[in-house]
């Protein structure tokens, strides 16, 4: 279907209708507020029931989150359920069991102390952190008779063990999989609760994948207490499990999916995996025997980059497209007749924007429910209608926001020092035309085996929205292009991989984009490291930097990993053989061998050669990267006698989540006081 064959385009905004107001048209004018992009959206989670007639999302209020139903016959809406924002409380998911009955969850956080331990990790303090806890639910389309699926008191434990949905059971009308704390997988009837139990995991099993007769054959479960994670398989019928690989390292610091359950395949023993096979550099999407343990069908690959999600027909068990981020979200349409279809979307919609699909009317598959996001669309959901070939906006995920108020993004390629081509995201302050001679923050990503991606990241359009030029470089080490291009940059901290972004920084200079003089950098986490080590490496590129809860001295933080600490809360050990000590000296650098290195690259150890003001920033219940990581690097700048401001984020972990709104709205704020007095303002709208 090319974009003529869509009929009609019908932007009938009907925010109203979901109780989702814009804000007022004179509050619209200008630039938007530095931290207007941190906390809730107003609206997500958007999903369409089978036959149609009834839409659910997630309304935000400033009590809390309230799950609506619209009645597409009748143009009714009713608020069924609500979470109030205490505790961090929210609906995290929706999802239709039927036109009856809805499944839903909400979380909230629970404060958890973690015991002192010995002086080596943790000098005999006692700190409080916490974990975040969920509930699945089921409630009538009405809202009445709500049941909870799992009662943690029905196996005498505490009542913030929570349950997770492996399955909906999209063949089965009144079942659901949940796997239990105890590592039980029930089988659970949605109207009355009553359960079967399917499995017995192990007390590490955190995951399932079932056959297309709903039989668990794979499963997930963690090592080295949470930091690390193993598959295993199993035919139906059979009872031993046989482990297929284990990951090394931090949970997600591996890069693409070298081997992942998706979904049942057509037949018995058989699922839909993501994986990296053996020889193969990128991962791709494939039919995977565990009968055998065989890879019986390749259904996408890629050379470029590493394929890591399918769009399926969850009902036929049949995979619609394969999925990846170029440069750009991009789903390569397997069935002829989605792909034509999808390729008009994309034409409709145009080529700012990703395209993903995200629900489906499942009876007859003729209504779909859209969501497009890009630098300038914070999330938009559509309704498109196969049948009448139109597609209808339904609501904006932050309607206060117009798009001219956003900055817009490009591609740039450029040439690293030792030849290697690169590329990276260049964002443009909304309202300039003229891309020269801009003050420019460098923000590098986190992971290190992470990417940025096209559309918002909070630290790029927040500051771009604020007149200044972002570059987002994707440097050796990152992940999403393969697992050679992640390699390249292990043992190159502070090396390769920090020389990658200066001489992305230096191609902007060279090309008339940046000025030279009105240049800083910003990162959190891996970023953070960056921004640290650029005080003392790339000082003469710089004139600030912010670093968000970096890594400033390297022995330190794989003492911190090797001796439990990171463990200590999920229970787990460390020491020199755990999966994760042995991921970061590997990707680092091992203290027994490469001491000095490390010392070199660490900026705490180098703290009198740093040359530039320093903004820290770090929460202080964060269990990725400890909070004594800037504070090491706070005590060794004032001994230096260098210039440097540390703000602790009370109550705050690592990532940047809704919940955590007012600590983000402190990071935004502060960051661009201190980018304005070092190097702004920034560009005004128009004036360039």
């Known amino acids: 279907m090319k974009r003529a064959a869509i009929l009609a385009f019908a932007c009938a905004l009907i925010v109203g209708a979901f109780g989702i107001t814009p804000a007022a048209t004179t509050q619209q004018q200008g630039r938007i507020a530095p931290d207007a992009l941190v906390g809730y959206d107003a609206a997500r989670g958007l999903r369409i029931s089978p036959s149609g007639r009834y839409i659910a999302l997630v309304r935000r209020e400033a009590s809390g989150d309230v799950l609506v139903v619209l009645d597409r016959e009748t143009r009714q809406l009713r608020p069924i359920q609500s979470a109030g924002a205490q505790n961090g409380m929210q609906i995290d998911f929706v999802q239709f069991k039927s036109d009856e009955r809805i499944v839903f969850s909400y979380s909230y956080r629970v404060p958890v102390t973690q015991q002192a331990g010995s002086a080596r990790r943790t000098a005999g303090r006692v700190e409080d952190t916490f974990i975040r806890v969920s509930h699945v639910l089921s409630t009538a389309i009405d809202g009445s008779s709500r049941i909870m699926l799992y009662d943690p008191a029905s196996q005498n434990i505490p009542r913030y063990a929570a349950a997770s949905l492996v399955s909906l059971l999209p063949n089965d009308e009144q079942h659901v999989l949940l796997l239990t704390p105890l590592s039980q997988l029930w089988r659970v009837n949605v109207v009355t609760g009553e359960h079967t139990v399917v499995e017995e995991g192990s007390s590490s099993t955190f995951n399932y994948i079932v056959d297309v007769n709903g039989t668990p054959v794979l499963r997930q479960d963690s090592i080295a207490g949470g930091r690390g994670f193993a598959w295993s398989r199993r035919a139906p019928g059979q009872s031993q499990w046989t482990e297929i690989i284990r990951f090394r390292g931090a949970s997600g610091a591996n890069s693409g999916p070298t081997f992942e359950g998706v979904g049942p395949a057509l037949q018995p023993g058989q699922v839909f995996v993501l994986a990296r096979r053996e020889g193969q550099d990128t991962s791709g999407l494939y039919v995977y025997d565990t009968n055998n343990g065989q890879y019986v069908e390749t259904i996408a690959t890629n050379d470029r980059f590493d394929i890591s999600n399918a769009i399926r027909d969850t009902e036929a068990n049949r995979i619609l497209a394969a999925c990846y981020w170029a440069y750009r979200w991009t789903c390569d349409g397997i069935d002829p007749e989605f792909a034509a279809r999808w390729e008009g979307l994309q034409q409709t919609v145009g080529d700012q924007v990703n395209v ?10 003729s209504l779909w429910l859209i969501e497009t996001n890009g630098p300038q669309d914070l999330g938009t959901f559509h309704l498109y209608d196969l049948n009448a070939n139109t597609l209808s906006r339904l609501v904006q995920s932050r309607p206060q926001i117009q798009a001219a108020q956003l900055p817009t993004q490009r591609v740039v390629e450029y040439t690293a020092s030792d030849g290697t081509e690169l590329w990276g995201y260049l964002w443009v302050p909304p309202g300039v035309s003229d891309v020269r001679n801009l003050p420019l923050i460098v923000v590098p990503h986190g992971g290190p085996e992470g990417r940025d991606v096209w559309g918002f990241d909070p630290f790029a359009s927040s500051f771009a929205s604020q ?138 150890r180098n703290a009198d050669r740093v040359g530039i003001p320093l903004l820290i920033i770090h929460g202080d219940r964060d269990r990725t990267v400890p909070v004594s990581q800037s504070e090491i690097m706070e005590r060794a700048m004032r001994r230096a006698g260098k210039p440097v401001r540390f703000i602790r984020l009370a109550d705050t972990d690592h990532y940047f989540t809704p919940d955590q709104g007012p600590a983000w709205r402190t990071v935004m704020t502060e960051s661009l006081a201190f980018f304005n007095e070092h190097i702004g303002p920034g560009v005004e709208p128009g004036s360039q």
């Open 356 to 365: 993903q699909l995200v629900s489906r009317a499942r009876e007859d598959g």
């Open 467 to 604: 007149g200044y030029a972002v570059f987002q470089p994707n440097f050796r080490g990152g992940g999403g292009s393969g697992r050679r291009f992640v390699e390249a940059g292990h043992r190159q901290w502070g090396q390769r991989m920090q020389e990658d972004v200066a001489d992305g920084t230096r191609h902007l200079i060279r090309a008339g984009i940046a000025d030279a003089n009105r240049i800083c950098i910003a990162g959190w986490s891996y970023g953070g490291y960056v921004a640290f080590t650029a005080t003392v490496e790339n000082a003469d590129l710089y004139k600030c930097s912010m670093a968000g809860a970096g890594v400033s001295d390297l022995p330190e933080m794989l003492d911190w990993v090797r001796f439990g600490e990171a463990d200590e809360i999920i229970g787990g050990g460390g020491g020199i053989q755990s999966v994760s000590y042995r991921y970061w000296t590997d990707a680092i650098g091992d203290p027994s061998r490469d001491r000095d290195m490390l010392i070199r690259y660490s900026a705490a």
